[in-house]
């Protein structure tokens, strides 16, 4: 990444459901089923929410600081963003120091700050719909045309026909008239032209955007790709979602409960997402934290959302997605969190030698009214050098653990270890320095 400024970042991810993803309204609804899953109300199609993502994703990066034994000061109100209770119903404030309220916001009773991090939606990009000649991931002519650069396909659909993978070429069925069709699902539509996934890649909506890799994707679906209409799409997914019973279970007789039974919804394991999350420079907020810290902090949370779920029913074989790696590069982290923790070192410095300045003109100043202002002014910088210094040492007992950490792995990566070293040899040349002044 350059050291070019940039004020923000955007970088689009994809994502394959692990399990079935159960994303409710809140509500029972008169039609198919009881409980119905998020929708877009523009096309109708299901959805993750933002909101949602964003909700689990900070909880998960809160989770994964703390399994880490990174900064004292994050308490469960971090994890929230705001007052909350503790196991002992004590009230806590979210800090506003750590990563997890730099990056997601947070309020408490001295300030407010919004978040760093702006998720989007994540939308539809595949769809797997079973076939007679098996399992087929089915995509629309507009989500094609408005997410992925094709390397030359031509991608325009009639209502009554469908666009394949070449890899199905000899695959598809005939009719009388000896036209290749398919059925998907309920409904069979005649074959139009073949196209060629292998050359398709995700869009850049700038040339500063970072995009995951499609063909990842594509491997893991074998590449057995359907392009249909717009309208026919939304159909075809609203009929081929899963559907589940579920009833509670009276623990007395352990007999199904009278008038508890209900039906429910969901995105179908193997449904193929994207979204993308734009991270704004704390650099913004006169803060000195870089993009890095803020992009590393929601990827922590996004690693854990195969292991922990998105979204309802997670305790009954739902909400298990995958994010595809397409990770900011963990070298390039630690130097960005090196260059970090020199800049703090570097305003202490400057600190120390504006309070010492100010020490010897308290000493010689013969004015009480004049001392007593330089005497305030001291206490500032006092304050301020002690909240740097505070920052600084949490930094540097996080950085010691995740060395040792990486000291112990087979697979330790050199190069950031050395980076973790020099990280913290700065606590060694900067006693010097302030022992000096």
Same mark, same amino acid.
């Given at each position: 990444m350059s050291d070019t400024f940039m004020p923000f970042k955007t970088k689009k991810y994809l994502a394959i459901a692990k399990e079935p993803v159960f994303v409710g309204t809140g509500g029972y609804r008169i039609g198919r089923v009881?409980?119905? &899953?998020?929708?877009?109300?523009? @096309?109708?199609?299901p959805k993750i929410p933002g909101s949602t993502i964003s909700g689990n994703a900070r909880y998960y990066s809160w989770l994964s600081y703390k399994s880490e034994g990174m900064n004292k000061e994050m308490n469960i109100a971090c994890s929230k963003g705001k007052t909350t209770k503790d196991e002992k119903e004590e009230k806590k404030e979210a800090c506003g120091?750590?990563?997890?309220?730099?990056?997601?916001?947070?309020?408490? #009773?001295?300030?407010?700050? #919004?978040?760093?991090?702006?998720f989007s939606d994540a939308r539809i990009l595949f769809f797997p719909v079973p076939t007679m000649i098996g399992t087929v991931w089915l995509t629309s002519d507009e989500i094609v045309n408005e997410f992925i650069e094709t390397g030359g396909d031509t991608i325009s659909v009639e209502n009554n026909s469908f666009l394949y993978s070449q890899s199905l070429e000899n695959s598809l069925p005939q009719n009388n008239e000896g036209k290749k069709i398919l059925n998907f699902g309920w409904i069979m539509l005649e074959a139009s032209n073949s196209i060629n996934p292998e050359n398709w890649q995700i869009k850049k909506d700038t040339d500063d955007d970072e995009v995951a890799n499609l063909t990842e994707i594509l491997n893991r679906i074998n590449k057995r790709v359907c392009v249909v209409s717009e309208n026919v799409f939304r159909h075809i997914v609203n009929s081929n979602l899963e559907t589940r019973t579920s009833v509670s279970i009276?623990?007395? @007789?352990?007999?199904?409960?009278? %008038?508890?039974?209900?039906?429910?919804?969901?995105?179908?394991?193997g449904t193929v997402f994207i979204l993308d999350v734009t991270y704004?420079?704390?650099?913004?907020?006169?803060?000195?934290?870089?993009?890095?810290?803020?992009?590393?902090?929601?990827?922590? %949370?996004?690693?854990?959302?195969?292991?922990?779920?998105?979204?309802?029913?997670?305790?009954r074989g739902f909400g298990k997605i995958e994010i595809i790696d397409n990770w900011l590069d963990e070298k390039e982290?630690?130097?960005?969190?090196?260059?970090?923790? $020199?800049?703090? #070192?570097?305003? &202490?410095?400057?600190?120390?030698?504006?309070?010492?300045?100010?020490?010897?003109?308290?000493?010689?100043?013969?004015?009480?009214?004049?001392?007593?202002?330089? @005497?305030?002014?001291?206490?500032?910088? $006092?304050?301020?050098?002690?909240?740097?210094?505070?920052?600084? #040492?949490?930094?540097?007992?996080?950085?010691?653990? &995740?060395?040792? $950490?990486?000291?112990?792995?087979?697979?330790?990566?050199?190069?950031?270890?050395?980076?973790?070293? $020099? &990280?913290?040899?700065?606590n060694g040349e900067d006693n010097n320095e302030q022992n000096q002044s």
């Open positions: 009881d409980n119905t &899953i998020v929708r877009d109300p523009a @096309t109708n199609l120091t750590c990563q997890v309220c730099l990056t997601y916001g947070f309020i408490n #009773s001295e300030e407010a700050h #919004s978040g760093l991090a702006y009276n623990p007395i @007789t352990g007999a199904a409960e009278s %008038g508890a039974l209900f039906t429910y919804e969901a995105l179908p394991r704004e420079n704390p650099v913004n907020y006169m803060k000195d934290e870089p993009i890095e810290i803020v992009i590393g902090t929601v990827e922590k %949370g996004f690693k854990l959302f195969s292991s922990l779920g998105i979204g309802g029913m997670g305790t982290y630690w130097q960005k969190v090196k260059n970090f923790i $020199e800049k703090l #070192s570097s305003d &202490i410095n400057e600190l120390v030698v504006e309070i010492n300045e100010l020490n010897r003109k308290i000493e010689t100043e013969e004015d009480n009214n004049k001392k007593t202002e330089l @005497t305030k002014e001291k206490d500032k910088l $006092e304050k301020e050098k002690q909240a740097i210094e505070r920052k600084k #040492s949490l930094w540097m007992e996080y950085v010691a653990k &995740i060395k040792t $950490e990486k000291e112990v792995c087979v697979n330790n990566e050199n190069d950031i270890l050395n980076i973790l070293e $020099e &990280i913290l040899l700065l």
